[in-house]
């Protein structure tokens, strides 16, 4: 049975950290020095969680959902050709600012802000956006975030509970301050209230369509990994608001959405859960050297 879990738990490591995601796990838990945030905290405990493959599944689906981003997406990605690579190093980074150390962070930030002055374009009516862009960076925060909390509440292995929610959203909110974005809401009600006050500006472009299409029913994956990530999918549209569905072309069946997804969605984390804990990749790369 251990050497049934290291080889998921090998698959899934190299899918979603990449081929160098060993070594870059070594540095970022092993590198001495200060980190952001303490080892308890709020962000880690969501952060190291295995609801983040359904929270994050949930958040690209809900960033579609804004035009801007989603044409920033289709004009200067290669999302399609490259989704893995794409999803690696998001994750690193999501790992470096939360585990690593604040000068590895520091660099990451910077990092991701030198590739954003370079989204620039136009919308069809002529609008100009930039990737750059402090509202838009706070609808791609808010997004994440909100889906992060949202998933960790119903599929976490220990879900937040009151100040800790908040606390959660206001160490999110120290992050994205130094990517750009001036208002980041730093309370769960604030976060409620960002997320609604964007309801405007969303729609389901064509766009935005076929990369949801892409994602739920086209994935680059071999046909014996499909049903796991099927069930993934379908854990992350039963976390979807309903106002989403159709914008998006999302089935919505709240009933069984609430009982066999939600059980499946329960499973599935319990298994990923499972199966990369307790792995001590840093060990790992060191036992290699």
Excluded: C
């Excluded at 750009?180 to 960002?194: K, W």
């Amino acid at each position: 049975m251990p050497n049934v879990r290291d080889r998921i738990g090998q698959q899934l490591f190299l899918r979603v950290a990449g081929p160098d995601g060993a070594k870059h796990a070594a540095r970022i838990h092993t590198r001495p020095g200060p980190r952001w945030f303490e080892p308890d905290s709020p962000i880690v405990r969501v952060h190291g969680d295995a609801s983040m493959f359904i929270g994050g599944m949930r958040a690209l689906l809900l960033q579609t959902l804004h035009p801007a981003a989603m044409r920033g997406v289709a004009e200067h990605s290669d999302f399609r050709h490259d989704a893995w690579g794409r999803l690696a190093r998001t994750s690193r980074y999501l790992a470096v600012t939360t585990f690593g150390t604040a000068e590895d962070a520091e660099q990451a930030v910077a990092a991701v802000r030198r590739i954003h002055e370079h989204i620039v374009g136009t919308m069809p009516d002529g609008t100009p956006y930039a990737a750059s862009d402090p509202r838009l960076l706070r609808w791609v925060h808010v997004a994440e975030v909100g889906s992060f909390l949202r998933a960790h509440t119903v599929y976490g292995r220990e879900p937040l509970t009151g100040a800790d929610r908040d606390t959660y959203v206001a160490q999110t909110a120290e992050v994205v301050r130094r990517l750009g974005v001036t208002d980041p809401p730093t309370t769960e009600a604030e976060l409620v209230e960002a997320l609604a006050a964007y309801r405007p500006e969303l729609r389901g472009t064509p766009e935005a369509r076929a990369t949801v299409a892409y994602l739920l029913l086209h994935p680059p994956l071999p046909l014996v990994a499909r049903v796991p990530y099927a069930v993934i999918a379908a854990a992350a549209v039963g976390l979807m608001p309903a106002w989403t569905r159709g914008p998006l072309r999302l089935p919505w069946l709240p009933v069984s959405e609430r009982t066999v997804v939600r059980a499946l969605g329960g499973v599935a984390t319990g298994t990923i859960r499972w199966a990369m804990t307790p792995r001590e990749r840093a060990q790992e790369v060191l036992s290699q050297a």
